[in-house]
């Protein structure tokens, strides 16, 4: 695992005081010159059994399996009795499920600040919690699943690499998902990606990590005022980072990889401007890095998949892109506040849905087709957008 990478860094940085003979008489390593270099030294003195983890999952298709139907959710209260959306998800036939963040509400009662928690034991017991339950029990036993993180599975509201405890966190999480003898368990950060299918069918998803290396977002002037309720947009040349250098070359690297669709999680939203929440449209400058990343690489058949919001809704964008782009945010699995929205963006396809929801990706090959759509707890399509293959730029 990384974590022993890293501890073997440590002891090659041990020092000695040698005595004339060449006995050793002191042996010891050098003060960490950081307050997270000092937590990761005592982060590598728990062992991953003292973490938890999810029951046994259904393994991940085949490399060469074709990939027609993915389901995603988000913000998942672990303390609340069943989910029927959850219930729903498990009767589902699907190839995969993707949780793209608040997987579990780790950070409700604030410990980890408040009661400086460095061991994040609020997060364990969390994580712990979604483990017993049976209907995400079901789901793992019935679908394959690939995961990224969002705030309250991060272990702190809103928060981004300033977090001091981020290193355990990640650690939780890969533990957790069974990902720390993985890539992603050797690098800092959760981001990751796998590719299915053969050419022609071939489905790439991307697990993005907005989380881990993001610096902090600009506060509003007018709390709670609409269009700006928590945050406003960064001017132009403030400091700006959604993903973090080494995940932004990983990322470019990764649409240069050959595929037809491309699933890209975003556990935040990426089209919308007009609301004042967490969203890329806080980060100007790197939601339009993220696209012309996407030019560069001359990247086709990318559909952007997030949540976060309580609400989902479904998002086309000519321009910025050099077809449709498009975006599917799912949310929540059973965090639900309102029966109606009347938040319209004007990328926006129909109103948005804030009750109890989870989203489908469906993937007709031979007729060249692609579906997105909203379905509520009972497992009820009550939104869905059609698109030809070749409005997202598939030939």
């Keep these: 695992m ?30 960490p010159d950081t307050a997270e270099a000092a937590l990761e030294l005592y982060y590598d003195t728990i062992p991953d059994s003292a973490l938890p983890k999810a029951p046994p999952g259904k393994a991940l298709p085949a490399e060469d399996a ?7 959710g988000s913000c998942l209260d672990e303390e609340k009795d069943a989910s029927q959306a959850l219930m729903s998800i498990a009767e589902e036939e699907a190839d995969l499920f ?27 017991e969390s994580f712990s919690d979604l483990a ?40 939780i999480h890969e533990v957790f998902w069974g990902l720390e003898d993985q ?57 700006q980072d959604m993903l973090g250098s080494a995940q932004w070359t990983w990322l470019q690297n990764q649409l240069r990889e050959p595929a037809d669709l491309r699933l890209i999680a975003s556990s935040i939203q990426v089209m919308p401007t007009v609301h004042g929440w967490e969203a890329w449209s806080q980060m100007p400058a790197e939601r339009e890095r993220l696209f ?9 058949g990318v559909v952007f998949l997030s949540g976060d919001r309580h609400t989902a809704f479904i998002y086309e964008e000519a321009g ?4 449709t782009a498009t975006e599917l945010t799912a949310s929540s699995l059973n965090v639900s506040f309102l029966s109606e929205s009347d938040e319209m963006d004007t990328r926006q396809v129909g ?13 007709d090959w031979d007729g060249k087709r692609l579906s997105l759509l909203v379905k509520n707890n009972q497992g009820e399509t009550i939104r869905q957008n059609d698109m030809p293959f070749s409005a997202i730029g598939i030939d």
């Design 320 to 323: 910025v892109l050099p077809y």
């Design 292 to 300: 012309e990343s996407i030019k560069r690489a001359g990247a086709t």
């Design 98 to 124: 993707l949780m793209v963040g608040d997987n579990v509400y780790g950070d409700r009662d604030g410990r980890a600040y408040v009661n400086n928690d460095a061991d994040l034991m609020e997060l364990r």
């Design 132 to 171: 017993a339950r049976e209907d995400f029990q079901a789901i793992r036993a019935n679908i394959p699943m690939m995961v990224a993180w969002d705030d309250h599975d991060f272990g702190a509201n809103d928060a981004g690499k300033e977090f001091p405890f981020r290193g355990l966190a990640e650690r």
């Design 351 to 363: 109103a948005g849905a804030p009750v109890e929801n989870y989203g489908v990706v469906e993937i």
């Design 183 to 239: 890539d992603v368990g050797y690098w800092p950060g959760t981001y990751y990606a796998r590719t299915f299918g053969p050419e022609g069918q071939r489905t790439q998803v991307i697990m993005l990590d907005t989380r881990y290396f993001r610096s902090g977002l600009t506060p509003t002037d007018e709390w709670g005022a609409k269009g700006k309720e928590r945050y406003l947009p960064a001017a132009d040349g403030s400091m």
């Design 66 to 72: 074709v990939i027609s139907r993915v389901i995603l």
């Design 2 to 31: 990384r974590r022993l990478a890293l501890m073997g860094v440590g002891l090659i940085s041990l020092g000695a005081c040698v005595t004339e003979n060449g006995g050793i008489t002191q042996i010891f390593a050098p003060k």
